[in-house]
């Protein structure tokens, strides 16, 4: 039985996405294809367009069988880590035979003879990543430094000598640093995951227009908050197009701004550096600023600086309003990324993946959270409190902006289809 694992923000759920789980389950002959998908908050440090039970539906209704909630701890975390926990994920499922993500090269073997160079852990490159990672610079831009410094004091090497140009093109794109990321977590967990990648079509993934049927997520989430009609049927399949409820529901990263900034306030005199993603430059940074903070959006604007891109810096607010520490990253480590694994839903003729999963998976399913703390150990139950937390400041947020079938955690009902 082929099982394909994706793992994917969805947000919202569009036709490129419609055309990587067809793709995938066609190029790996899959009989299930199962979804790991960030929840209520993604990675670029902001909350989902809408949440994650619509998104799951939408993913149902659109070509996969199952869909798993990834911790927020890793849906909102740098690419080498929401990678970590991604793939750990799949992993421990028990089941899944092969990854497909996406990638935008028609070279991806390029991505596996990266992921073998960095699974060798050169120690003057590593030494070199890490440098500029903790002066505050963001992950791609770091890692092309350290290739650079590489490349210059290692003229000879084999794996620069072949083509050291070619692998520039790849660390410019986010869908190829996933895609390396994903690729070296699989050689370093000994994984037997198979490998697929799947180019991607139409749009790159920043895109802020809308140009073609496989317009980006960014374009999709532009046009809906522009003002003017979008026929969202035209870039999103029909069945997610009726899922996203209107505009005035859907979520944004400066409808925290004044929750953030009570946050950030009450704990200025502490300082920001036990956050998750934080560092002595960016916490003094937060604080110098602190009295300019109008908007969460304006408020990243301001913190930012050549080397911290403005997505690092909205991702550490997210942290520092979800309480995501340092600490809280090292214990979920030590469990190996993941507690639980927290179902969102499944399609009714998946039902027998779900006691295969229940048999060979290293972790509990969990389907409704009041049973957390009788099937978590009291570590893991921590760390799922927090996933608790973040969510229903999500649900909270709905609430206040009038979606009346907004609900807390405890009350959302597995989509089953």
Not at 193 to 215: A, Q
Not at 316 to 322: A, K, M, P, Q, V
């Amino acid at each position: 039985m082929n099982v394909t694992g994706i793992i994917a923000e969805y947000n919202p759920f569009h036709r490129g996405h419609a055309y990587h789980i067809a793709k995938a389950r066609e190029l790996t002959d899959a009989d299930y294809v199962i979804v790991v998908m960030s929840g209520n908050f993604v990675q670029r440090g902001a909350p989902a367009l809408t949440d994650k039970f619509t998104r799951a539906e939408m993913a149902l209704k659109n070509g996969a069988d199952m869909v798993f909630e990834l911790p927020a701890l890793w849906a909102a975390a740098a690419a080498p880590d929401f990678a970590a926990g991604g793939t750990a994920f799949l992993d421990k499922l028990g089941c899944v035979t092969h990854i497909s993500y996406g990638c935008e090269t028609e070279k991806p073997e390029l991505l596996f003879q990266l992921a073998d160079f960095l699974a060798q852990e050169p120690r003057d490159f590593s030494l070199a990543l890490q440098k500029s990672q903790r002066a505050g610079m963001n992950y791609p831009l770091a890692m092309e430094q350290a290739f650079d410094g590489w490349a210059k004091k290692n003229p000879s090497d084999d794996f620069f000598s072949t083509g050291a140009e070619k692998f520039h093109g790849i660390l410019s794109s986010p869908n190829n640093i996933l895609g390396l990321e994903y690729q070296k977590n699989l050689l370093g967990r000994h994984s037997s995951l198979i490998p697929c990648p799947v180019p991607r079509m139409g749009s790159g993934y920043h895109t802020p227009d809308l140009e073609t049927c496989f317009s980006s997520a960014t374009a999709i989430r532009n046009a809906i908050f522009s003002g003017r009609e979008v026929p969202l049927e035209q870039y999103m399949p029909k069945t997610a197009a009726n899922l996203l409820p209107p505009k005035k529901y859907l979520l944004r990263e400066n409808d925290f701004s004044q929750m953030l900034y009570y946050k950030l306030l009450s704990e200025s005199s502490l300082g920001y550096e036990s956050y998750l993603g934080s560092s002595p430059f960016l916490s003094n940074r937060i604080k110098n600023h602190l009295d300019s903070f109008i908007d969460y959006s304006g408020f990243c604007e301001t913190v930012k600086t050549k080397d911290v891109t403005y997505t690092k810096v909205s991702r550490l607010l997210l942290h520092i309003l979800l309480n995501m520490t340092w600490e809280d990253c090292a214990l979920s480590k030590d469990l190996d990324y993941i507690p639980c694994f927290r179902l969102l839903g499944f399609r009714s003729a998946a039902k027998s993946l779900l006691k295969i999963i229940e048999k060979q998976g290293d972790v509990p399913i969990l389907t409704k959270p009041a049973r957390a703390k009788s099937l978590l150990t009291k570590k893991a139950f921590s760390l799922y409190e927090k996933e608790i937390f973040s969510s229903n400041l999500y649900y909270g947020l709905q609430l206040q902006k009038g979606k009346k079938d907004s609900s807390n955690e405890y009350r959302k009902s597995l989509v089953i289809l």
